[in-house]
């Protein structure tokens, strides 16, 4: 199992940009299913992007054309480019993974936790309004 850390949290106000990274101490190729979620204290881990094996994407509603999600396999990073952050953005941000057995190209798109086994320790975002 690759361990991920992610980086790139901070402080910003409304209406301005973060990118996240998440760096993966091994080669992330088209076997891995990745993603972005979130969570504030005393609520779930909501997904916000995920990325599969074909590089298609898929987006939470509340995220849906401020987030871009993307992924370099060569460099062994996954990012989250966020634009127009709200206050409501506001949580602590973990990138995930999971890896298809026997090399078969990852083809699903999830936005479920339980889709996920590998996780980073996360990175903190705060929006100020």
């Known amino acids: 199992q690759v361990q991920l850390v992610e980086s790139g949290g901070g402080s910003v106000q409304a209406g301005g940009s973060l990118r996240l990274s998440c760096l993966s101490s091994?080669?992330?190729?088209?076997?891995?299913?990745m993603g972005w979620f979130r969570q504030t204290p005393g609520q779930e881990r909501e997904g916000v992007a995920s990325?599969?094996?074909?590089?298609?994407?898929a987006y939470a509603d509340s995220v849906k054309g401020r987030f871009t999600i993307s992924k370099d396999n060569a460099k062994r990073f996954l990012y989250l480019q966020m634009n127009s952050l709200k206050s409501e953005d506001t949580a602590m941000y973990y990138c995930?993974?999971?890896?298809?057995?026997?090399?078969?190209?990852?083809?699903?798109?999830?936005?479920?936790?339980?889709?996920?086994?590998?996780w980073g320790q996360g990175t903190q975002v705060t929006v100020s309004s």
């Open positions: 995930a993974a999971y890896r298809k057995e026997y090399s078969v190209v990852c083809s699903t798109l999830s936005l479920r936790k339980s889709a996920y086994n590998t």
């Open positions: 091994g080669y992330i190729g088209s076997d891995y299913c």
């Open positions: 990325i599969n094996g074909y590089f298609v994407t």
